[in-house]
């Protein structure tokens, strides 16, 4: 057996030196994909340990997670490399453009981030809805692991039966025990996901999904929700746009534009989850169990009329949800957010840059917190030694590959 244990002993010794390696992160940059330093002064330190394989042929694809060696003789870094050789890079209020235009839909991206989700944080403490006097009893009841709304008695096109989110959307994160960690800097793309239940449907029934993005408010509605007995007539799925251009054409003919239209079926007293996201002007629907994935898309959005704070695109309530003329339930609530770069540094933030043949940029999760291409320029694929594959310490995880998602 001595011989043995030997031989696992050198076997270790081997991967440790010439496959992998284990690497402590320390800093905060590629938070929440992985966790290291502080997320504020006074919180408690939270390094990771990641299990890195070395490649000595590494040709990176967009998005993928990568360790960098330093110049300087410091510590390695682990970056996403978002641009890849002979492109053209430039960072744009948040949002990334390669070769002068958004991702296409189909892209592979990184996974959202969440930024509320209800089974840490209480939904009565993010979200509102909107009375319509001071003395109207509220449509919705906080169950055990659910919301209710009765919404029987809210007129069709009422704001009334909306759960409102109140926090601002910004670069906030929930780390791996769902504590959430305030953002500084307001982000443009969010999502809303749930489950939902209809219990009663009245004539006019609707179930509405809200994302809001500078002067411009989108929303997933479902729509003639009839049924006879428990089966369900054919309803529609909508995804609509408005903002102040449609809004102040003729007051008395206000009017939303209808992007997508078409026919779904929606069961009753079934639990649906489903997801209504904005990421890069891609506005997407996914439901498994009403076999829906749609996307449209837009070129830009229209900018917000009034006063906002500085650094502010867009103002008010970005995520709601709810109906009216309808009695159902909602729980598995979560609120997401895209990857948002800040424009610090002089590489791709004022103007493009164009990579070289052997040339990669790099930038860090955790934008506002991190060292980057943006500050030392492109980096040569020379000094990419190695991918994070897995955290081994202190919550054990695989890294899945973006285009595995």
Same mark, same amino acid.
Request: glycine letters at 8%; proline letters at 7%.
């Given at each position: 057996?001595?011989?043995?244990? @030997? @031989?696992?002993?050198?076997? $270790?010794?081997?991967?440790?030196?010439?496959?992998?390696?284990?690497?402590? #992160?320390? =800093?905060?940059?590629?938070?929440?994909?992985?966790? /290291?330093?502080?997320?504020?002064?006074?919180?408690?330190? +939270?390094?990771?340990?990641?299990?890195?394989?070395?490649?000595?042929?590494?040709?990176?694809?967009?998005? %993928?997670?990568?360790?960098?060696?330093?110049?300087?003789? *410091?510590?390695?870094?682990?970056?996403? #490399?978002?641009?890849?050789?002979?492109?053209?890079? +430039? &960072?744009?209020?948040?949002?990334?453009? &390669?070769?002068?235009?958004?991702?296409?839909?189909? $892209?592979?991206?990184?996974?959202?981030?969440?930024?509320?989700?209800?089974?840490?944080?209480?939904?009565?403490?993010?979200?509102?809805?909107?009375?319509?006097?001071? !003395?109207? @009893? *509220?449509?919705?009841?906080?169950? &055990?692991?659910?919301? /209710?709304?009765? @919404?029987?008695?809210?007129?069709?096109? =009422?704001?009334?039966?909306?759960?409102?989110?109140?926090?601002?959307?910004?670069? *906030?994160?929930?780390?791996?025990?769902?504590?959430?960690?305030?953002?500084?800097?307001?982000?443009?793309?969010?999502?809303?996901?749930?489950?939902?239940?209809?219990?009663?449907?009245?004539? /006019?029934?609707?179930?509405?999904?809200?994302?809001?993005?500078?002067?411009?408010?989108?929303?997933?509605?479902?729509?003639?929700?009839?049924?006879?007995?428990?089966?369900?007539?054919?309803?529609?799925?909508?995804?609509?746009?408005?903002?102040?251009?449609?809004?102040?054409?003729?007051?008395?003919?206000?009017?939303?534009?209808?992007?997508?239209?078409?026919?779904?079926?929606?069961?009753? %007293?079934?639990?649906?989850?489903?997801?209504? =996201?904005? #990421?890069?002007?891609?506005?997407?629907?996914?439901?498994?169990?009403?076999?829906?994935?749609? #996307?449209?898309?837009?070129?830009?959005?229209?900018?917000?009329?009034?006063?906002?704070?500085? /650094?502010?695109?867009?103002?008010?309530?970005?995520?709601?949800?709810?109906?009216?003329?309808?009695?159902?339930?909602?729980?598995?609530?979560?609120?997401?957010?895209?990857?948002? +770069?800040?424009?610090?540094?002089?590489? $791709?933030?004022?103007?493009?840059?164009?990579?070289?043949?052997?040339?990669? !940029?790099?930038?860090?999760?955790?934008?506002?917190?991190?060292?980057? =291409?943006?500050?030392?320029?492109?980096?040569?694929? *020379?000094?990419?030694?190695?991918?994070?594959?897995?955290?081994?310490?202190?919550?054990?995880?695989?890294?899945?590959?973006?285009?595995?998602?």
């Amino acid at each position: 057996m001595l011989w043995f244990s @030997a @031989a696992l002993a050198l076997l $270790a010794l081997l991967l440790m030196n010439y496959v992998c390696t284990i690497y402590r #992160v320390d =800093s905060g940059s590629m938070r929440p994909t992985i966790f /290291g330093g502080r997320a504020q002064p006074d919180d408690e330190l +939270y390094d990771e340990w990641t299990l890195v394989r070395f490649r000595r042929d590494l040709k990176p694809k967009r998005f %993928d997670l990568v360790v960098v060696r330093s110049l300087d003789g *410091s510590d390695p870094m682990v970056k996403r #490399v978002v641009g890849l050789p002979d492109e053209e890079v +430039y &960072i744009v209020d948040g949002d990334l453009f &390669i070769d002068g235009r958004r991702l296409p839909e189909d $892209a592979p991206r990184p996974g959202p981030i969440p930024v509320f989700d209800d089974r840490y944080q209480a939904t009565k403490e993010y979200f509102e809805y909107k009375r319509a006097t001071n !003395f109207e @009893a *509220s449509p919705w009841t906080h169950e &055990i692991g659910s919301l /209710g709304l009765d @919404a029987r008695d809210i007129p069709v096109g =009422s704001q009334h039966g909306l759960m409102l989110y109140h926090p601002d959307l910004r670069d *906030s994160h929930l780390d791996r025990q769902g504590r959430r960690h305030p953002g500084l800097r307001q982000v443009n793309d969010g999502a809303i996901e749930c489950e939902f239940q209809i219990q009663e449907a009245l004539p /006019g029934a609707s179930i509405r999904f809200r994302l809001v993005e500078e002067g411009d408010s989108f929303e997933a509605e479902l729509t003639r929700l009839e049924y006879e007995g428990q089966i369900p007539k054919l309803s529609l799925l909508r995804i609509l746009r408005w903002n102040p251009q449609t809004l102040s054409r003729d007051r008395d003919q206000d009017r939303r534009d209808v992007l997508v239209e078409m026919p779904v079926n929606v069961p009753r %007293d079934r639990w649906i989850k489903i997801r209504f =996201s904005n #990421v890069d002007n891609h506005l997407t629907v996914i439901s498994d169990e009403l076999r829906v994935k749609v #996307v449209t898309s837009y070129e830009t959005n229209v900018p917000y009329p009034g006063r906002k704070p500085a /650094g502010d695109k867009s103002i008010g309530s970005r995520v709601a949800f709810g109906g009216e003329r309808i009695r159902m339930g909602f729980r598995a609530v979560r609120v997401f957010r895209d990857l948002f +770069y800040t424009s610090v540094g002089t590489h $791709a933030t004022g103007r493009p840059i164009h990579l070289g043949p052997r040339s990669c !940029f790099v930038l860090g999760d955790n934008s506002a917190f991190s060292t980057d =291409s943006r500050h030392f320029g492109p980096v040569d694929i *020379s000094r990419l030694v190695g991918e994070p594959i897995a955290i081994v310490w202190p919550s054990p995880r695989w890294i899945r590959p973006v285009t595995e998602r």
